[in-house]
């Protein structure tokens, strides 16, 4: 018995599309800026800077804003990292200097919060 041709439906391209991720990543962004979900943002970032606040009263440090001030000291680091690893008339040592300033930020950055404001750390953490 001979085999019959295979008949297809015309390809489209949806058909081409379906199982990539690009399009879909694309549509993420309507998906994100819907109101209600940008009302449970800013009700998440309040309720945060609100806990916040009062893990800063608890730890004993009422003068000073433990967040305020370790976000100023990884903006700075993050800065002198973007001006380049190697400032002008300084040539050498650009791997050891770009290694310090990760090191501090991703290292000495938490554990000082860690040591000097456990209740805040924890809820950064």
């Known amino acids: 018995m001979p085999q019959q041709p295979r008949i297809h439906a015309p390809l489209t391209l949806d058909d081409l599309t379906q199982d990539l991720v690009w399009p879909k990543l694309l549509k993420a962004g309507q998906l994100a800026l819907r109101p209600s979900r940008l009302g449970i943002a800013m009700v998440f970032v309040i309720v945060l800077f609100l806990l916040g606040s009062t893990a800063n009263r608890k730890d004993g440090d009422t003068n000073t804003n433990v967040l305020q001030t370790t976000a100023i000291k ?19 040592n650009g791997g050891a ?6 090191f501090a930020i991703f290292a000495s950055t938490p554990a000082y919060l860690a040591r000097t404001a456990p209740w805040v750390f924890f809820l950064v953490l």
């Open 74 to 92: 990884v903006a700075l680091d993050v800065n002198m990292m973007r001006q380049g690893v190697a400032p002008e008339g300084e040539e050498n």
């Open 97 to 102: 200097r770009l290694g310090r300033m990760m």
